[in-house]
């Protein structure tokens, strides 16, 4: 049986687990907002509209930040149609999904909404089609407390209370060629340079998030980050990473070593943020805003540019509604390892998305809400990851992929409570074909026992859950964990997931 060995002591310490590696994203795309956690007709509706299944099932999942309204929609997007009395708000063509808007649900009721789930609204504004002034109004709008035309507007739509927004992103893939009012780094390094300095002389305390790559094969990866952080860096606090993966042509081994490949995409964007601070000689570090990651079925997805007839243009359409399977799950909680690893740099993340959009939670018009396979290792690691992330000194056995070459059988990250005294650790065991024996030095964190074992694996590593069959897929204890004599030992099955918490 193959077998990896890791060590954990609290000393090996990478850097405090911030709450916002937890966070989503919800998008006017799709059925995310409509259908998705707004339904008013729905018989779980709230006074509101928004389906309160859909908002407990978020709970549960334990999201910190939540970004919004986009992703490519919000390229095209005016603020202010969202907001005022319903039956006044136009509806418009949304360009980048080929579908029709209503503005039904905009900034106030999505506050709202986060009131009621427990998260952080992480906003991001357009600098596609629109530039500093709106960037400024949405922010008097959203965080003034009164006494100002925009603040006073907000009053009189019936919030009272500022939005207190902190984390803004400063537009979305302005590198993309698709996003409506791409630019080059130089164009788009100093229309984010102008906004950030004009929204911090409003307030000088707000964090605000540089956009880096679409993904890591774009063709001006790096070099986009370098130039657009060269215009920027005294100005933000964050660089975006974006990046979804997909099994393709049945290659599960390369698939299930995709987190390799998030690894060297962070340890890329951190080199290049900390090239541009030896040049300018600066103290302050930039730091990482993952607000775009995910598996996606990319390849699957019909282009929107075949919905031609603008007068057809879908309302809440069903766009990128990937089912989610045992190994999908398995890759999401190999990602959540890799952001783990990587917490002194890497302090706020974004599973994009929340609901029906490549998205964790699924819900059906006038139906149920479910958890889809990647639901689980998101809630678990949210919950159980705590304190500081450590490095675990891993020695494993390997395997060799087409697309990444040889890399380790199992992949690991621990986090350790000081306050409480708890260790959590995640693994993944990469193996299309062989169970996998881990032993895990703990005699370092004193004399501790098993409280928790999670394993998500299945036989059929295809299985998902859907409309008919919910809860095919979840995960269950894994009775073959152990501590004895200062080791812990646990048996991991072909491709799986696993979170074990001692205490
Ligand atoms: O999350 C789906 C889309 O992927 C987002 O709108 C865009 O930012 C990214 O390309």
Same mark, same amino acid.
């Given at each position: 049986?193959?077998?990896?060995?890791?060590?954990?002591?609290?000393?090996? +310490?990478?850097?405090?687990?911030?709450?916002?590696?937890?966070?989503?994203?919800?998008?006017?795309?799709?059925?995310?907002?409509?259908?998705?956690?707004?339904?008013?007709?729905?018989?779980?509706?709230?006074?509101?509209?928004?389906?309160?299944?859909?908002?407990?099932?978020?709970?549960?999942?334990?999201?910190?930040?939540?970004?919004?309204?986009?992703?490519?929609?919000?390229?095209?997007?005016?603020?202010?149609?969202?907001?005022?009395?319903?039956?006044?708000?136009?509806?418009?063509?949304?360009?980048?999904?080929?579908?029709?808007?209503?503005?039904?649900?905009?900034?106030?009721?999505?506050?709202?909404?986060?009131?009621?789930?427990?998260?952080?609204?992480?906003?991001?504004?357009?600098?596609?089609?629109?530039?500093?002034?709106?960037?400024?109004?949405?922010?008097?709008?959203?965080?003034?407390?009164?006494?100002?035309?925009?603040?006073?507007?907000?009053?009189?739509?019936?919030?009272?209370?500022?939005?207190?927004?902190?984390?803004?992103?400063?537009?979305?893939?302005?590198?993309?060629?698709?996003?409506?009012?791409?630019?080059?780094?130089?164009?788009?390094?100093?229309?984010?340079?102008?906004?950030?300095?004009?929204?911090?002389?409003?307030?000088?305390?707000?964090?605000?998030?540089?956009?880096?790559?679409?993904?890591?094969?774009?063709?001006?990866?790096?070099?986009?980050?370098?130039?657009?952080?060269?215009?920027?860096?005294?100005?933000?606090?964050?660089?975006?990473?974006?990046?979804?993966?997909?099994?393709?042509?049945?290659?599960?081994?390369?698939?299930?070593?995709?987190?390799?490949?998030?690894?060297?995409?962070?340890?890329?964007?951190?080199?290049?943020?900390?090239?541009?601070?030896?040049?300018?000689?600066?103290?302050?570090?930039?730091?990482?805003?993952?607000?775009?990651?995910?598996?996606?079925?990319?390849?699957?997805?019909?282009?929107?540019?075949?919905?031609?007839?603008?007068? +057809?243009?879908?309302?809440?359409?069903?766009?990128?509604?990937?089912?989610?399977?045992?190994?999908?799950?398995?890759?999401?909680?190999?990602?959540?390892?890799?952001?783990?690893?990587?917490?002194?740099?890497?302090?706020?993340?974004?599973?994009? +998305?929340?609901?029906?959009?490549?998205?964790?939670?699924?819900?059906?018009?006038?139906?149920?809400?479910?958890?889809?396979?990647?639901?689980?290792?998101?809630?678990?690691?949210?919950?159980?990851?705590?304190?500081?992330?450590?490095?675990?000194?891993?020695?494993?056995?390997?395997?060799?992929?087409?697309?990444?070459?040889?890399?380790?059988?199992?992949?690991?990250?621990?986090?350790?409570?000081?306050?409480?005294?708890?260790?959590?650790?995640?693994?993944?065991?990469?193996?299309?074909?062989?169970?996998?024996?881990?032993?895990?030095?703990?005699?370092?964190?004193?004399?501790?026992?098993?409280?928790?074992?999670?394993?998500?694996?299945?036989?059929?590593?295809?299985?998902?859950?859907?409309?008919?069959?919910?809860?095919?897929?979840?995960?269950?204890?894994?009775?073959?964990?152990?501590?004895?004599?200062?080791?812990?030992?646990?048996?991991?099955?072909?491709?799986?997931?696993?979170?074990?918490?001692?205490?």
């Amino acid at each position: 049986m193959p077998s990896a060995q890791l060590t954990l002591d609290p000393h090996f +310490q990478v850097g405090a687990v911030n709450r916002r590696l937890f966070g989503s994203f919800v998008e006017h795309l799709g059925r995310c907002v409509y259908d998705g956690i707004y339904e008013p007709g729905h018989t779980s509706a709230d006074e509101e509209g928004f389906r309160t299944d859909v908002i407990e099932l978020v709970r549960e999942l334990g999201v910190s930040a939540i970004r919004y309204p986009g992703g490519n929609f919000v390229s095209g997007f005016r603020w202010e149609d969202g907001v005022g009395p319903r039956n006044e708000r136009p509806t418009r063509l949304d360009l980048a999904w080929h579908s029709t808007e209503s503005n039904q649900v905009g900034l106030d009721e999505f506050a709202g909404w986060l009131e009621k789930v427990g998260s952080e609204l992480m906003y991001a504004v357009n600098l596609g089609t629109r530039g500093v002034q709106e960037a400024l109004d949405v922010l008097e709008y959203a965080n003034i407390r009164s006494g100002t035309a925009l603040s006073d507007a907000r009053i009189k739509n019936g919030r009272p209370e500022p939005h207190r927004i902190t984390m803004w992103c400063l537009g979305n893939e302005m590198d993309g060629p698709w996003q409506l009012g791409h630019r080059n780094a130089e164009d788009y390094g100093k229309i984010a340079s102008q906004t950030a300095k004009a929204m911090r002389q409003l307030d000088p305390d707000l964090e605000l998030v540089v956009c880096g790559s679409s993904n890591a094969n774009m063709p001006t990866f790096g070099s986009w980050e370098h130039t657009v952080l060269l215009h920027t860096y005294d100005d933000v606090d964050y660089i975006s990473c974006h990046v979804y993966y997909e099994e393709l042509d049945g290659d599960a081994a390369s698939f299930l070593a995709v987190a390799t490949n998030m690894d060297h995409f962070i340890e890329s964007v951190v080199a290049t943020a900390d090239t541009v601070r030896a040049q300018l000689n600066r103290k302050k570090r930039i730091n990482i805003s993952f607000d775009e990651w995910n598996v996606w079925y990319n390849t699957r997805f019909h282009a929107v540019e075949q919905i031609t007839d603008i007068e +057809q243009w879908p309302t809440a359409p069903r766009l990128l509604e990937d089912s989610y399977s045992v190994i999908d799950a398995v890759v999401v909680g190999n990602l959540l390892i890799s952001l783990l690893k990587h917490a002194d740099r890497v302090t706020s993340a974004s599973l994009a +998305q929340l609901v029906n959009v490549i998205a964790p939670i699924m819900t059906e018009p006038g139906g149920p809400a479910w958890r889809q396979t990647t639901f689980f290792p998101f809630a678990i690691t949210s919950r159980l990851a705590v304190g500081t992330a450590l490095e675990v000194k891993l020695t494993s056995d390997s395997y060799t992929t087409k697309a990444y070459g040889e890399v380790p059988l199992v992949d690991a990250v621990a986090t350790w409570d000081e306050a409480t005294g708890r260790t959590a650790i995640f693994l993944v065991n990469r193996s299309t074909d062989a169970a996998t024996t881990v032993t895990v030095d703990v005699s370092h964190l004193g004399d501790v026992a098993l409280l928790e074992t999670h394993t998500l694996a299945d036989d059929d590593i295809y299985a998902a859950n859907t409309l008919t069959d919910r809860e095919r897929v979840g995960v269950a204890e894994n009775t073959s964990a152990q501590v004895s004599g200062g080791t812990l030992s646990i048996e991991l099955p072909a491709v799986s997931w696993t979170a074990i918490s001692l205490g």
